[in-house]
């Protein structure tokens, strides 16, 4: 079956760095997304990784790596506002989208 | 760019009735739209997948004639709730992807439906 694991919540302090990991299982692979929703809104866009390596863009980066079937999205310099549920998404040989669970993230003062 | 508009944003509406939701790509072509629901603190859920022209395909356990879903263009897709009961009651989400966009799916604001 298509599996996609990632911690159900994580805790960090404002102006941290926090790394939340993502590995999956699926039928065939085209590409991992991370999106971010905040609570009682909808998923917003973060990234997108389709080849092996860092993708950095401003205080968020997200890295791939197919061969171990690994994801994590790393952002610095914490905020209050990156309080939000974190998902990762796998696009597998069918392009549809494989669903994380996603990681809610608590920042604190 | 990649921008997704739903309407309305809030429905209430009285059981049976039926409601309608519209999802727009606002400055790309989708020839896919995606429509999920969220009930609170759960994940996603995907309900549909339809693409430009053609019938949607359902995801097991969603009845396609109590979800009536419409994408007529590639710019507009519309999601019917028939005779709506209040276990309906939901966050509705649609996503659409294609044309400039790519292969990323773009979400909509979303729309809560709250059947008395």
């Known amino acids: 079956g298509q599996n996609i694991d990632q911690p159900t919540e994580m805790t960090a302090t404002e102006g941290a760095i926090v790394q939340i990991n993502c590995t999956y299982q699926t039928s065939g692979f085209n590409g991992l997304f991370w999106y971010q929703q905040h609570a009682g809104e909808a998923p917003t866009f973060l990234s997108y990784n389709v080849l092996d390596g860092l993708e950095e863009k401003g205080r968020f980066s997200s890295f791939l790596s197919r061969s171990k079937g690994y994801s994590y999205l790393l952002l610095k310099e914490l905020q209050m506002k990156d309080s939000a549920s974190y998902l990762c998404a796998v696009m597998d040989s069918n392009y549809q989208l494989i669903w994380g669970a996603g990681t809610k993230l608590i920042i604190k003062p | 760019g990649a921008v997704v508009s739903q309407h309305p944003s809030w429905v209430i509406c009285k059981s049976g009735t039926s409601v309608k939701i519209e999802c727009r790509s606002l400055d790309f072509q989708a020839t896919t739209m995606f429509w999920y629901r969220q009930f609170p603190k759960q994940s996603l859920m995907l309900m549909a997948t339809?693409?430009?022209?053609?019938?949607?395909?359902?995801e097991q356990g969603v009845e396609k004639d109590k979800f009536l879903i419409n994408h007529a263009s590639l710019t507009l897709s519309t999601l019917t709730v028939t005779s709506a009961h209040p276990e309906d009651s939901s966050f509705y989400i649609c996503s659409a992807r294609g044309g400039d966009a790519g292969e990323t799916q773009y979400f909509g604001p979303g729309t809560r439906l709250l059947v008395l």
């Open positions: 339809s693409n430009e022209g053609s019938k949607a395909t359902y």
